[in-house]
């Protein structure tokens, strides 16, 4: 057989949708395994021009290129080519991103964000070998296992996962101190709490989700009923915080949705199999807020899944939006497993608000929009001071809360038009 032969064998194979691939969402939707998909016929002047191309960069071009490598990269071309959110994963990339909604992982424990073009520690887990070492938030990570690691966030998250019970060197730079700072850890199984809460003064709570992973659902109900405990009782009203939020699973976003509706769609999708269509609606078990007023507050970071809790909220009119128009990422990515150990990420729905509005490349503009340039939350940072008196958005949600509260208690006692009185 000639070699141009076997490229078009290729080819075929590559174009062609051959094989059962099982399928999972990612921050999106969890399907069944359907039946194989039939194989797509690939016209034979494609094929032919794949093969020509193919042919002409392994003969001509200046260095030898591996079969291997070329044809990963043709598969990443022609994926990446489709969309921003369509992706080729290897072997190691699916695993990262089925560890990152799992909310449990081997590694040292620490939430890492890039800035300025380093990374920098957001936050030590609780009960994490980062932090009983001693790291901070806003260390700078230096280097990692002697390797300068600069401003590559998944190169600096790559290295500090591995097998529990290994270890990993950490140079540190610290505000403060003269010199780098070294520091040993050994690896364990980090379980991560993707929800943050705390009191901001009696009757009012905060509660902020990071991201929405297989365990998010949960920890917001128990994060909701430690609010309820500490406060002593309900809650008058609560700023839920889902700045730079990226989403995740979509349906931990549509249970946290679900936690402050009685009723009503939360989400509903359309694409081209019947599975990328669905709907998604309360499930009535109630409002475990029991109608208290609700903030949330979203910014330019908000994308995908915290998306979907936020329009659905406000398209019910069970909360007000605080903050900047959100990232407007309107669709939905199958995570689809391939028979070699990597996976296809790729967009199958579109989804859309319970008004019927498509988020994709607007956004959603808030109620409230605050001025000025967009900041980190401060709750990432550390800080003496109340929350509230750091966090200028927080600070508004909080008087919003008060000021829809004093409206609805002041329309409980008219007898006429209260419910215009409530935004």
């Not at 002409?56 to 990963?72: A, G």
């Not at 296992?145 to 019970?165: F, K, N, W, Y």
């Not at 839920?240 to 999708?269: H, T, Y």
């Amino acid at each position: 057989m000639s070699i141009r032969s076997v490229i078009l064998l290729i080819a075929g194979a590559i174009f062609g949708f051959c094989g059962a691939l099982t399928s999972g969402v990612l921050a999106e939707h969890s399907i069944e395994p359907g039946a194989p998909a039939a194989p797509a016929v690939l016209p034979w002047q494609e094929a032919s021009l794949f093969a020509e191309v193919y042919e002409r960069i392994k003969r001509d071009y200046v260095e030898e290129v591996d079969d291997h490598l070329l044809m990963e990269r043709a598969v990443r071309g022609m994926v990446a080519a489709l969309d921003p959110h369509s992706a080729y994963l290897d072997s190691q990339e699916f695993e990262e991103i089925r560890l990152s909604t799992m909310g449990s992982y081997p590694g040292v424990g620490i939430e890492v964000v890039p800035q300025d073009g380093v990374v920098k520690v957001r936050h030590p887990i609780d009960g994490s070998p980062a932090q009983r070492a001693g790291l901070k938030a806003g260390d700078e990570i230096v280097k990692i296992d002697g390797v300068e690691i600069g401003g590559d966030l998944a190169a600096a998250t790559a290295h500090m996962r591995g097998a529990s019970g290994s270890t990993v060197r950490l140079t540190i730079r610290r505000a403060g101190s003269a010199a780098p700072l070294e520091f040993t850890l050994r690896r364990a199984q980090v379980e991560v709490s993707s929800v943050r809460a705390e009191i901001l003064e009696p009757g009012y709570g905060y509660l902020r989700v990071t991201s929405f992973t297989e365990t998010t659902a949960e920890d917001v109900s128990h994060a909701l009923l430690r609010l309820k405990r500490d406060n002593k009782g309900a809650l008058r009203g609560l700023v839920l915080d889902l700045r730079d939020n990226p989403g995740g699973v979509l349906e931990a976003g549509v249970a946290v949705a679900d936690d402050f509706l009685e009723q009503g769609v939360i989400v509903s999708a359309d694409g081209r199999t019947p599975e990328a269509r669905f709907r998604m609606d309360a499930t009535h078990h109630g409002d475990l807020l029991n109608g208290a007023p609700l903030v949330v507050l979203v910014n330019g970071g908000t994308a995908s899944a915290s998306e979907i809790v936020a329009g659905a909220l406000k398209d019910h009119g069970r909360a007000l939006l605080v903050g900047r128009t959100t990232y407007g990422k309107g669709s939905v990515q199958t995570v689809m497993p391939l028979a070699h150990g990597g996976a296809l990420k790729l967009t199958t729905s579109r989804y859309f608000t319970p008004s019927g509005a498509s988020i994709q490349g607007k956004g959603i503009i808030p109620d409230i929009v605050e001025a000025g340039p967009q900041k980190s939350a401060a709750v990432d940072s550390p800080g003496t001071a109340p929350l509230a008196l750091r966090d200028d958005e927080v600070h508004t949600g909080l008087a919003t809360l008060k000021t829809r509260g004093a409206l609805a208690a002041r329309a409980a006692g008219e007898p006429h038009g209260s419910r215009d009185l409530v935004p």
